[in-house]
C-alpha cells in the first residue's frame, strides 16, 4: 500500500466533523440487509432470523494483485429474551487475484463473528427520543490470514443504534462504534491496521409500496490516527421486496472511497424469520 498523502485542510474539517458526529449520534446492530446501518429491533423472543446475503465488488487500485472479491455471509439470529438477541454469522470469501500472482482465485470461510444485541429503549408514539439499541460483537480469527481470507486477530467491537420513524413510513437509522481491538478486514476489505476503529453509518429508509421499501445509505470508519487515505467511506441505494410475510429479498448497489472500501459491488440476499 503507497504511503499516506498529506491530509488537506478541508479534508481535516471532514475527519473532523465525521469523528465529532460518531460522538454525538453513537449507534448500531444486526443490519438490515442490504443495508450495513444496522436497526434497533431485535429477533422477537423464541424467533429465528436468517439471512443469505452476496456481495461481488471491484476493488480499488491499491488491492492490487487482488481485483474483485465475492462475499456470501450467512447469518442466524435468535430471540434469547424480550429485547435480547444473540447470533453468529460467517463469510465465504473467493478471491480473484491477477495473472501475476498464483493462484489466482483464492476460496474460503472468513472470521467468525458473535453478536449480543440489547434494545433497552423502544420508540414510542409522541416522544421525541428514537429508539436505542447497544451490540458487542466478538470476531475469531477462524479464517486463513495468509490467504487474505481472515485478520488473524480476534476482533472486539462495541456499536450503538439510534432509530427514529420521521413519518409513518419513513425511518432515520444512526450507527456509531468502536473497534478496540483487531481490524475490521473481511478478505481484501476493511481496515487493516490494527488498534482502534471508529465506525459510523446513517442510512434513511422510506417505504413506497406494502411490499416495497427503498432507501440510502453512507458509512464510514477511520483510525485513531485519522489517516482518511487508510480509511473507508462508501455509500449504497438499495431496498427490499416482500416476497411473503416472513421473507424478503434484498438488493443493493455500493460504491466506495479510499483503500478500505469496494470501488463499486453489487449486493443481492433473502432474509427470512420463522
Not at 475527519?15 to 438490515?32: D, E, G, M, P, T
Not at 465506525?199 to 421499501?213: A, I, M
Amino acid at each position: 500500500m503507497p504511503p499516506c498523502k498529506a491530509i488537506s485542510s478541508r479534508g481535516f474539517k471532514i475527519i473532523f466533523a465525521y469523528c465529532f458526529w460518531l460522538v454525538i449520534l453513537s449507534s448500531n446492530a444486526r443490519a438490515q440487509q442490504p443495508f450495513y446501518t444496522d436497526n434497533a429491533d431485535v429477533t422477537d423472543k423464541k424467533k429465528i432470523h436468517f439471512q443469505l446475503g452476496n456481495e461481488f465488488d471491484i476493488l480499488q487500485r491499491v488491492a492490487y494483485p487482488s481485483l474483485r472479491q465475492n462475499t456470501t455471509v450467512f447469518e442466524l439470529d435468535y430471540g434469547l429474551l424480550n429485547g435480547v438477541e444473540i447470533g453468529v454469522d460467517a463469510p465465504l470469501i473467493a478471491i480473484s487475484n491477477s495473472h501475476v500472482v498464483t493462484p489466482m482465485t483464492v476460496v474460503g470461510f472468513g472470521d467468525l463473528d458473535f453478536h449480543v444485541k440489547y434494545n433497552f429503549h423502544k420508540e414510542r408514539e409522541g416522544s421525541r427520543l428514537p429508539a436505542l439499541t447497544v451490540t458487542v460483537n466478538v470476531e475469531l480469527p477462524t479464517g486463513n490470514a495468509q490467504k487474505q481470507l481472515g485478520s488473524g486477530v480476534v476482533d472486539f467491537f462495541v456499536n450503538g443504534i439510534a432509530q427514529k420513524s420521521l413519518t409513518k413510513k419513513t425511518t432515520l437509522r444512526m450507527n456509531g462504534g468502536i473497534l478496540f481491538a483487531g481490524n475490521t478486514t473481511t478478505g481484501d476489505i476493511g481496515i487493516k491496521a490494527r488498534g482502534r476503529v471508529f465506525v459510523g453509518g446513517t442510512s434513511l429508509v422510506k417505504q413506497f409500496t406494502p411490499k416495497l421499501d427503498l432507501g440510502v445509505e453512507v458509512t464510514g470508519a477511520v483510525t485513531n490516527s485519522l489517516k482518511l487515505s487508510r480509511g473507508q467511506l462508501q455509500s449504497l441505494v438499495g431496498g427490499n421486496y416482500s416476497l411473503r410475510k416472513n421473507m424478503t429479498f434484498d438488493f443493493g448497489v455500493v460504491v466506495g472511497r479510499f483503500a478500505a472500501s469496494p470501488r463499486v459491488g453489487a449486493q443481492l440476499g433473502i432474509s427470512l424469520d420463522f
